[in-house]
């Protein structure tokens, strides 16, 4: 028998046992960390065409505003991407010199614009289809920075997704907003927001007189955790 | 009683089933305990009470509706090993995340888009039959969603009926016609362009300049507009010996020949029902889908309000032969004959004409004396003279008047009365027809028949019409089609007659074309280009007339300003072009219509060589022929229209030769009583004039006997995958003359029988027979109250005593209502607590008013098109498994199978119960409550236990068996190769995975704030929650307070053409809904289980003539005191604040000893139901002994 089974085959259900046991722990514990948006949809960073849209030089160095190019944002539940005319009102091939700015580098857009047709950009913020589309206009409203979902948008070349917009996500904020509340006109300040406002404790926020406590008090009703206010 | 044993298996000696009760007894528990009120029923089989509808409907879904199917393991196997087949390539695409693309525009921007947010443009419809509707259409980023009425047109004022609404599924229809085809008689059928086309008929119809239009023949639908009419003028001009047919199936001759008669010149009635008290119908369905009868709906509704006791009411007299809506709504029917009625309309005219002294109507008088009017028994001579009387008393207030179904006489008769009494100019107005309006179209096809025949016609082009379908029979047109040189058919869906044309031509729908319509009351719309047509290049109608009257290029666009141009003059027409554009109508174009003098003397000879025939004898039958929901047949291919339920049968998918029960027995067809699995009707021959169809014979309460009705529209062969073989084709028995009524008529049984999906029983209800209530408007005025309540009034139980309507049902015999379950956002019974949510508004609830409903279904298509609800095809309605969340039941009212009283409808969706017995048994809190009052689904969520269908006492859940939302239903399916044997004729065995999905086109017609629901998930009525959150968004923006109300509108009110439904904040005082929920009509269905539904209805009021039917002043009649019993006391328990006098059981006093009373708690132990009830909550309350 024994040259059937070695000895150290003593071992194995002790191993199988304490193998069992581990990857019982082990699978649960995996699957509640990594199986969530937070890890599989943060970060996602598709390719853009041609060169993309560069957040970090336009929206950073240039300090332009959001709403220059997110034109609709306050008035419908969409953010809009701009259209190729808002593009080609600064890179028109005469309005640039190509010191600035390499042909090549627009190309794409010239050509699109030449044959009126559109660029292809590529979703980054998807929420499933069974949610009502976030209502943008709404949140910029009631005083959510562009910054709370999609951080720091103005240093970064290429957007990805910097928050997991999953609803247990969502609900956090809707349960305690005040973190996430910003006076309305600095909502779009995104440097602002990240290193003044959001540097100082919530208790303490002030700007001009508007605290995080009154823009929540100022609220029409409070923010709505029901499940028909977005799933329809 | 002391202890509580809820289970039914140890009820010990009890208790007769109910089922074993001999059905008299039954049919009196049914009686709502007072023998003098009238039952109501929804069916034949509810009527008989057989113990298989018992069956029936203690299994609460029909048999199978659970089920996968019924074909053979052999075939499932067969079809999943071509799924596995499949699944191989389907899965290649994997984990990765879908790539979605933004794609914005471009250089061309337009200009107002808001991404995300619709943009409303007004146009108009073309009706078919004439007459037109003005429309708001949504679209999101440019493609139209949702249709609407347009508030600023006269016609609609922001009402909508079913084809309006239907239209928008049509113009995403996969099986448009694409591109032109041409016929070679050589090589056959080949794929052409326009281009090929204008080349042809550039050449081809420069040869009609020299015969001067001699050869051609253009058959054109009926319909009116600026521009259309001055292309036909072009046209005329061009080739003056051309013919031109306005070709309209549906109609008959005799209403404009009655005008012709009494007035010397064609018309058409405007009516306003508003201004009647007493309205006479002759075999006419003024409610329902006549040009106008957005109107007549509407003002119709306003006169029969009846909101507080004591209102005005006006009352309706029917005659007819079928069992129309509009008869639903009378007060006094009687189903007669078309010939039959004829003679009610000569004996009425008579009686009204010898009340009238002198006068201009003197000579008809003699000349209605003269008339041989058999009398027969089914006159009842006395309710004419009450009628007449009735009549001369409101003189001005009244209206008469005549269907397509009677004579010219009749329609001439009906002036004459109207005249006469003073209603002209009060309640009836006359427009004048157009030309294209009042030519007969069944002489204008009879003489293009007679030309072919001929040989004389060399071109004959149809412009959206489609004669070689729905012609009459008996022109033969399909055959002699051959004898023209060539032949042209123009149109949006494929046709029989494209089928049969040497040239097929793609037409634009009407969203995407531009033109005008002329509206019954004469108010001219544009119509506007909602899309570029998504077939293109496609011609609009006008283009298309515009081009064979000359236009080399035609463009919709420039035709239209040119036409306007000339009529509105050059001074600011631009500013009146902008103006008639954003509000959809041309400002000052709505005529009140006129009333011209009737010529008595010429209606009198008429009148005098009138023949009124004796009515159908022995064997003979009389058949007529009716429009349905697919008017002619246009729009068959439409699968929202074919799978609403026909008004009175509830068949959907399917038409049938309707019949009286008594004569269905007598000729030995009546169909399988629906509680069979699979119920099937008789196959039949129906024989007119020698003609003959073979179709399936079908039973409806309350029509004519020996009337055979024939609804038109259906048994169509070229029109798409959705309708082709749908019912059969009646045109083929109808005679040449188009009337559409004919006598001599024959039906014999022949071999075969046929499946019928009607949705009569689905979704019944054991023993709640007062869900739906009626009292007699006398009742109503001394017994009802002005009172307003408060929202939560209306729940009873502790908080008040009950009001009129509650009285009238089981909550006046059951203990008050204690909470089983705690409610999150109301922990009290009473109103709710200040602070909790509840008592914050907005507090959402509806009410649908019972007395004005019609039964239309206008709300079911509106729901359908706002919540991208499937349609899931006949079979799957066959099982129950309709997804309509709107049901409009329909029960009829009265002892007498064949003759019931009246045929009422009740809206049921989602009622939204604040206690929800769905919720509490959902595993997965996929439905829960939300704070605004509504009921939530969540479809993520749902994993398809169906827990809370099964406990939902309103059946209003549906379920999503198969992939309805996102696969074609009859659309074919991948791999259809891979099946051995082709694959079995049940698409729903094919799994979804390998069935097409809608394409690309017909996604768009979805509404994207609206979630497509998936397979395995339960959905219902949400109140239009989307609405809801749409219109806090704004609310927010525009730093409101709160809603006001009307804001928005939900799907359903906002299409009601009758104004039946109010919905809002129930806590807004000054809002409709609070007003209506307020009102003493207002009851909650099944409201004595304690579900606290946020949708009330209301009593419907009917206004009996005394002198017919003597009205019942007391629905509560308190019998006599011996019918009271010590357990009379025992169950209702403590009953000092509702008021013992006014709604007490009925005694024992009706001669006969069964157990007549619903809830009469001394036979509580024989209702199980309720006894049941009754032991929890007394106990509960500790009430019971």
Known sequence: ?232 | MSTIDQCPSTKGPKAKNPKDMPPAARELVRLNGDARLAPIWRSAEEFADAPEFRDFVEREFPAGASELAESSRRDFVKIMGAGLALAGAAMVPGCRRPDHKILAYSREVPEQVIPGKPIYYATSMPMPGGGAQGLLVETHEGRPTKVEGNPLHPINRGKSTIWSQASILAMYDPDRLKNPRFRNPVRGDLPATWDDFTFWANEHFKKFDGTRGAGLVIVADRASGPTRDAIRARLAKRWPEMTWVSWDATSSDAPVAGGELAFGRPVRELFDFERASVIVSFDRDFLHLEPGSEINARTFAASRRALHPGDAMSRLYVAESGMSLTGGQADHRWRLAPSRVSAFAVALAQAVASRLPGGNIAPLKAALDGIDAPAGEDLDLNAIEAIADDLVDNRGRGVVCAGATQPAEIHAICHALNAALGNAGSTVRYMALSEDESSSAAAGLAGVAQQLDAGRVDTLVFVGTNPVYDAPGALGLGEKLKRAAHTIAFGVEPSETHDACEWSLNAAHWLESWGDTRAVDGTIAPIQPMIAPLYEPALSEVEFLAFLAGDAKPNGYDIVRDVWRAALGDNDFEKAWRRALHDGVVAGSTQRGETPGVNFAAVARAVGALKIGPGPRGQSLEAVFLASNMHDGRFANNAWLQELPAPGTMIAWDNAALLSPATAKRLNVTPDPYTTKEPKGRKCRVNVDGRSVEIVAWILPGMADDVVLLPLGYGRTKCGSVGEGVGFNVQSARPASGALAATGASLERIRGEYQVASTQNHWSLEGRTSIFRQVDKPAWDTLGSNETRTPDAIYGGTISDLNFAEKLGELSHTPPNVSIYANPFNESLDAPAPGSRYARGPQWGMTIDQTTCTGCGACTIACQSENNIPVVGKKEVAKGREMTWIRVDRYFVGKDLNNPEAMVHQPVACVHCENAPCETVCPVNATVHGDQGTNDMVYNRCIGTRYCANNCPYKVRRFNFFEYGDRNINGGYLGEDLIPGGGPTNQNLIPPSLRKRLDEIQRMRMNPDVTVRSRGVMEKCTYCIQRVNEARYEMKLQDLDSLPDGFFQSACQQACPSGSIAFGDILDPESEVAKMRGNARSYLLLGYINTRPRTSHMVRVVNPNPRIRTPIDNPFHHGHDGGHGGGHEDGHGSEGDHGHDAHGLPGDDHGHDAPHALFDPRKKAQDEGYALTLRVLGAQTGMMA
């Not at chain 1, 853009?48 to 849209?53: A, D, E, I, L, Y």
């Not at chain 1, 907003?177 to 959001?198: H, S």
């Open chain 1, 1 to 232: 028998m024994s040259v059937l089974f070695p000895k150290w085959l003593n071992l194995l259900p002790t191993v199988v046992a304490l193998g069992g046991a581990g990857a019982g722990l082990v699978v649960p514990v995996g699957v509640w960390y990594y199986a969530t948006p937070d890890f599989f949809e943060v970060g996602y960073m598709p390719n853009q065409p041609g060169s993309g849209f560069n957040h970090q030089i336009h929206a950073g160095k240039l300090g332009m505003d959001c709403r220059y190019c997110h034109t609709h944002v306050e008035e419908s539940p969409e953010a809009n991407v701009p259209n190729v005319a808002t593009c080609i009102g600064c890179h028109a091939e005469t309005r640039l010199s190509n010191q600035v700015v390499p042909d090549e580098k627009v190309a794409f857009i010239r050509t699109a614009y030449a044959g009126d047709e559109s660029v292809s950009w590529r979703r980054v913020h998807k929420l499933p289809d069974y949610v009502r589309n976030f209502p943008h206009h709404v949140h910029l409203k009631a005083g959510v920075s562009c910054y709370s979902c999609h951080g720091q948008i103005t240093s970064m070349p290429i957007v990805a997704q910097n928050q997991g917009l999953g609803m247990g996500w969502c609900l956090k904020c809707h349960r305690n907003p005040e973190p996430n509340m910003v006076p309305p006109e600095k909502a779009t300040d995104l440097r602002w927001v990240e290193n003044t406002w959001m540097q100082t404790p919530v208790k303490q926020r002030e700007y001009h007189g508007t605290t995080p406590e009154g823009l929540v008090k100022a609220l029409r009703e409070k923010p709505p955790q029901n499940c028909g206010y977005c799933h329809h």
